[in-house]
Protein backbone atom coordinates (compact mmCIF):
# COMPACT_ATOMS: atom_id res chain seq x y z
CA UNK A 1 0.00 0.00 0.00
CA UNK A 2 1.27 3.32 -1.07
CA UNK A 3 2.21 5.59 2.09
CA UNK A 4 0.13 8.28 0.95
CA UNK A 5 -3.22 4.99 0.55
CA UNK A 6 -2.83 4.91 4.60
CA UNK A 7 -2.99 7.47 7.02
CA UNK A 8 -0.86 5.34 9.81
CA UNK A 9 2.15 5.21 7.08
CA UNK A 10 1.93 9.03 6.62
CA UNK A 11 1.38 9.92 10.33
CA UNK A 12 4.76 8.22 10.92
CA UNK A 13 6.42 9.94 8.32
CA UNK A 14 4.85 13.32 9.39
CA UNK A 15 5.21 12.48 13.12
CA UNK A 16 9.22 11.41 12.62
CA UNK A 17 9.53 15.47 10.76
CA UNK A 18 7.68 17.02 13.67
CA UNK A 19 10.07 14.79 16.36
CA UNK A 20 13.05 16.30 14.12
CA UNK A 21 11.73 19.82 13.45
CA UNK A 22 9.77 20.85 16.20
CA UNK A 23 11.61 23.00 19.67
CA UNK A 24 9.18 21.82 21.95
CA UNK A 25 6.59 19.07 22.54
CA UNK A 26 5.60 17.26 19.13
CA UNK A 27 3.97 15.40 20.93
CA UNK A 28 1.72 17.72 22.31
CA UNK A 29 -2.11 17.50 21.13
CA UNK A 30 -5.33 19.56 21.76
CA UNK A 31 -7.64 16.60 22.82
CA UNK A 32 -11.01 17.99 22.32
CA UNK A 33 -14.10 16.09 24.89
CA UNK A 34 -17.77 17.17 24.93
CA UNK A 35 -20.38 16.71 27.25
CA UNK A 36 -23.46 14.48 25.70
CA UNK A 37 -25.60 17.02 25.30
CA UNK A 38 -22.88 18.57 23.23
CA UNK A 39 -21.12 21.44 24.75
CA UNK A 40 -17.08 21.03 24.04
CA UNK A 41 -14.39 21.38 25.75
CA UNK A 42 -10.61 21.57 24.85
CA UNK A 43 -7.12 21.07 26.62
CA UNK A 44 -3.76 20.09 25.60
CA UNK A 45 -1.99 16.28 26.70
CA UNK A 46 0.98 14.66 25.23
CA UNK A 47 0.57 11.49 23.08
CA UNK A 48 2.57 8.99 24.97
CA UNK A 49 2.01 6.06 22.09
CA UNK A 50 0.31 5.44 19.14
CA UNK A 51 -0.04 2.17 16.46
CA UNK A 52 -2.77 0.97 14.15
CA UNK A 53 -5.31 0.61 16.98
CA UNK A 54 -4.94 4.10 18.19
CA UNK A 55 -3.24 7.01 19.79
CA UNK A 56 -2.75 6.58 23.54
CA UNK A 57 -2.78 9.57 26.29
CA UNK A 58 -2.61 9.19 29.91
CA UNK A 59 -4.62 11.47 32.60
CA UNK A 60 -6.55 11.68 35.96
CA UNK A 61 -9.81 9.76 35.66
CA UNK A 62 -11.81 12.13 37.72
CA UNK A 63 -10.55 15.32 35.87
CA UNK A 64 -13.34 17.43 33.66
CA UNK A 65 -12.22 15.21 31.12
CA UNK A 66 -12.07 12.31 32.74
CA UNK A 67 -15.93 13.01 33.59
CA UNK A 68 -16.89 13.97 30.08
CA UNK A 69 -15.17 10.83 28.93
CA UNK A 70 -17.17 8.62 31.16
CA UNK A 71 -20.48 9.99 29.84
CA UNK A 72 -18.96 10.53 26.10
CA UNK A 73 -16.74 8.60 23.98
CA UNK A 74 -16.32 10.87 21.05
CA UNK A 75 -13.10 13.03 21.04
CA UNK A 76 -11.17 15.18 18.56
CA UNK A 77 -7.09 14.99 18.84
CA UNK A 78 -5.79 17.50 16.87
CA UNK A 79 -1.62 18.24 16.36
CA UNK A 80 0.12 21.54 15.19
CA UNK A 81 3.50 21.57 14.10
CA UNK A 82 4.02 25.34 13.41
CA UNK A 83 7.36 25.12 12.09
CA UNK A 84 6.03 22.38 9.51
CA UNK A 85 3.02 24.41 8.84
CA UNK A 86 1.51 21.23 9.05
CA UNK A 87 -1.94 20.14 10.99
CA UNK A 88 -3.51 16.42 11.52
CA UNK A 89 -7.36 16.33 12.96
CA UNK A 90 -7.84 12.94 14.02
CA UNK A 91 -11.80 11.60 15.75
CA UNK A 92 -12.66 8.54 16.99
CA UNK A 93 -13.88 6.96 20.32
CA UNK A 94 -11.94 6.58 23.39
CA UNK A 95 -11.08 3.78 25.30
CA UNK A 96 -9.42 2.87 28.70
CA UNK A 97 -6.36 0.92 28.20
CA UNK A 98 -5.99 -1.98 30.44
CA UNK A 99 -4.42 -1.64 33.68
CA UNK A 100 -1.40 -3.82 33.27
CA UNK A 101 -0.54 -1.17 29.75
CA UNK A 102 -1.29 1.74 32.75
CA UNK A 103 1.17 0.15 34.87
CA UNK A 104 3.72 -0.30 33.00
CA UNK A 105 3.59 2.75 31.21
CA UNK A 106 3.21 4.38 35.31
CA UNK A 107 6.81 2.62 36.03
CA UNK A 108 8.79 4.40 33.42
CA UNK A 109 7.68 7.62 34.69
CA UNK A 110 9.73 10.51 37.00
CA UNK A 111 9.34 9.79 40.47
CA UNK A 112 8.11 13.49 40.48
CA UNK A 113 5.64 12.68 37.87
CA UNK A 114 4.34 9.44 39.88
CA UNK A 115 4.29 11.66 43.04
CA UNK A 116 2.39 14.10 41.04
CA UNK A 117 -0.22 11.80 39.95
CA UNK A 118 -1.06 11.08 43.84
CA UNK A 119 -0.98 14.82 44.68
CA UNK A 120 -3.34 16.32 41.95
CA UNK A 121 -7.21 16.03 42.67
CA UNK A 122 -6.84 17.44 38.77
CA UNK A 123 -9.61 19.76 37.22
CA UNK A 124 -11.01 19.98 41.58
CA UNK A 125 -10.74 23.30 43.36
CA UNK A 126 -7.51 23.89 44.66
CA UNK A 127 -7.58 26.55 48.15
CA UNK A 128 -4.70 27.53 48.18
CA UNK A 129 -0.85 26.70 46.89
CA UNK A 130 0.01 25.78 50.34
CA UNK A 131 -1.93 22.95 50.23
CA UNK A 132 -0.89 21.16 46.47
CA UNK A 133 2.83 21.46 48.24
CA UNK A 134 2.20 19.99 51.75
CA UNK A 135 0.74 17.17 49.70
CA UNK A 136 3.40 16.83 47.52
CA UNK A 137 5.70 16.89 50.72
CA UNK A 138 3.46 14.30 52.69
CA UNK A 139 4.09 12.21 49.37
CA UNK A 140 7.75 12.13 49.65
CA UNK A 141 7.67 11.07 53.35
CA UNK A 142 4.83 8.08 52.75
CA UNK A 143 6.96 6.68 49.79
CA UNK A 144 10.46 7.39 50.43
CA UNK A 145 10.97 3.59 50.33
CA UNK A 146 8.28 1.87 49.12
CA UNK A 147 6.89 1.79 45.35
CA UNK A 148 4.89 4.48 44.42
CA UNK A 149 2.04 2.49 43.20
CA UNK A 150 -0.12 3.50 40.19
CA UNK A 151 -3.04 5.76 41.62
CA UNK A 152 -6.34 3.36 40.18
CA UNK A 153 -8.02 6.89 39.46
CA UNK A 154 -4.85 7.56 36.48
CA UNK A 155 -4.90 5.84 33.39
CA UNK A 156 -4.99 6.16 29.52
CA UNK A 157 -6.99 6.33 27.13
CA UNK A 158 -6.58 5.06 23.33
CA UNK A 159 -8.07 6.95 20.85
CA UNK A 160 -9.22 4.78 17.89
CA UNK A 161 -9.51 6.71 15.01
CA UNK A 162 -12.42 6.80 12.75
CA UNK A 163 -11.27 10.57 10.67
CA UNK A 164 -7.60 11.48 9.98
CA UNK A 165 -7.40 14.73 7.92
CA UNK A 166 -4.04 16.05 6.95
CA UNK A 167 -3.43 19.74 6.33
CA UNK A 168 -0.08 21.04 4.35
CA UNK A 169 0.74 24.47 4.04
CA UNK A 170 0.91 25.08 0.18
CA UNK A 171 2.02 28.58 -1.60
CA UNK A 172 -0.78 31.12 -2.50
CA UNK A 173 -2.95 29.75 0.26
CA UNK A 174 -3.90 26.55 -1.77
CA UNK A 175 -3.69 24.38 1.17
CA UNK A 176 -3.43 20.51 0.64
CA UNK A 177 -6.20 19.06 2.88
CA UNK A 178 -6.88 14.86 2.20
CA UNK A 179 -9.47 12.91 4.49
CA UNK A 180 -9.85 9.48 5.07
CA UNK A 181 -12.54 7.89 6.82
CA UNK A 182 -12.33 4.47 7.77
CA UNK A 183 -14.41 1.88 5.78
CA UNK A 184 -14.48 -1.52 7.54
CA UNK A 185 -10.94 -2.44 7.62
CA UNK A 186 -9.61 0.06 4.96
CA UNK A 187 -9.44 3.75 4.67
CA UNK A 188 -11.56 6.06 1.88
CA UNK A 189 -9.70 9.08 0.64
CA UNK A 190 -10.93 12.56 -0.25
CA UNK A 191 -9.27 15.81 -0.95
CA UNK A 192 -11.55 19.11 0.58
CA UNK A 193 -11.44 22.57 -0.51
CA UNK A 194 -9.10 24.47 1.67
C1 LIG B 1 1.95 20.85 26.52
C2 LIG B 1 0.98 20.33 27.56
C3 LIG B 1 0.88 18.96 27.77
C4 LIG B 1 -0.03 18.45 28.70
N1 LIG B 1 -0.13 17.08 28.83
C5 LIG B 1 -1.06 16.57 29.68
C6 LIG B 1 -1.26 15.16 29.73
O1 LIG B 1 -0.61 14.35 29.03
N2 LIG B 1 -2.21 14.70 30.59
C7 LIG B 1 -2.96 15.55 31.37
O2 LIG B 1 -3.79 15.07 32.13
N3 LIG B 1 -2.81 16.88 31.32
C8 LIG B 1 -1.87 17.42 30.48
N4 LIG B 1 -1.72 18.79 30.40
C9 LIG B 1 -2.60 19.64 31.23
C10 LIG B 1 -3.96 19.76 30.52
O3 LIG B 1 -3.88 20.64 29.41
C11 LIG B 1 -5.10 20.24 31.46
O4 LIG B 1 -4.75 21.45 32.07
C12 LIG B 1 -5.42 19.21 32.56
O5 LIG B 1 -5.32 17.87 32.09
C13 LIG B 1 -6.82 19.44 33.11
O6 LIG B 1 -7.76 19.34 32.07
P1 LIG B 1 -9.34 19.09 32.34
O7 LIG B 1 -9.73 19.99 33.50
O8 LIG B 1 -10.03 19.49 31.07
O9 LIG B 1 -9.51 17.64 32.66
C14 LIG B 1 -0.83 19.32 29.47
C15 LIG B 1 -0.72 20.71 29.28
C16 LIG B 1 0.17 21.21 28.33
C17 LIG B 1 0.25 22.70 28.12
Redesign the pocket.
Known amino acids: MAESDDPFSLFATWFAEAERGEP??PN?MV?A?ATPDGRP????????GWDRDGFV????LE??????LRANRAVALLFHWKSLRRQVRIEGEAALVSDAEADAYFVTRPRLSRLGAWASD??RKLESRAALVARAAALEVRYAVTDIPRPPHWSGYRVRPEMFEFWQDMPFRLHDRTIYKRVEDSWQLEKLYP
Open positions: NDGLTSARMVLLKFYTNSRKGLEQS
